[in-house]
């Protein structure tokens, strides 16, 4: 490490912040953030990529849904986006990629960073919404390390229209061993999906507000609950 600035230093190493902890798989674990002051009817959401053109920022919710070669920008340079993420109400935790092709040892590397980088920026009093994502039974006890029980969360339906069943069979055994007090679903409700549900047009995130003006105007509930049926 001769040469290498404490920044370098500290990007290879990637030390857990102080108060953290890691699971018994060694995946960091984030902490419960008190959400009880956020109006969801009023909330907006924006994408990584349109961060700068946000308006109202201190009233929006930052996703993360990209492609890995974009999310890798933060994980490579994480104080990087500090600041900025600290201008938003919160920030989704990055949503890198878990597919059944992909090694198991590859989804588990993209699950710690996701949990480590929710750590840092929660460390730096940044509120931070973690994002969940899943692919067959083998990656369940990484995909869904490292959050809360009660957690609100965030996950997108976007593409998964051809295998319904696989993503309804993760999605249950989230909120299994989640419990997610929120799940905020970036795409469309998929038939099958149950519980406290805010749903986000892919379009919202675009900054594009016709939609959500709409609700706001004849003041629908935004968030919608769907109990299980036997």
């Not at 907006?44 to 890798?72: G, H, P």
Request: charged share 25%; proline share 4%.
């Amino acid at each position: 490490m001769k040469g290498q600035t404490d920044y370098e230093k500290f990007k290879l190493i990637r030390p857990l912040p102080q108060g953290f902890e890691k699971d018994q798989r060694g995946f960091p674990t984030l902490k419960k953030d008190d959400n009880n002051d956020v109006d969801w009817n009023t909330i907006k959401f924006t994408s990584f990529s349109n961060l700068a053109q946000t308006k109202e920022a201190s009233q929006t919710i930052a996703l993360m849904f990209q492609y890995d070669e974009v999310l890798d920008r933060i994980w490579n340079d994480p104080l990087k986006y500090a600041n900025k993420f600290r201008e938003f109400l919160a920030v989704a935790t990055p949503d890198f990629s878990a597919y059944t092709n992909m090694e198991p040892i590859q989804i588990e590397h993209n699950i710690y960073k996701n949990r480590w980088l929710g750590c840092l920026y929660q460390s730096l009093g940044i509120r931070v919404v973690p994002t969940i994502t899943w692919a067959d039974e083998r990656t369940y006890k990484a995909c869904f390390s490292g959050v809360p029980q009660g957690s609100i969360v965030a996950i997108s339906t976007v593409g998964c229209a051809s295998f319904q069943e696989q993503f309804l069979k993760g999605f249950n055994e989230m909120k299994k061993r989640i419990n997610p007090e929120l799940i905020l679903v970036r795409g469309k409700v998929i038939k099958g999906m149950t519980g406290n549900l805010l749903v986000i047009d892919f379009q919202e995130t675009f900054n594009v507000e016709v939609e959500y003006e709409q609700l706001q105007l004849f003041k629908m509930d935004r968030v919608i609950s769907i109990k299980e049926t036997n």
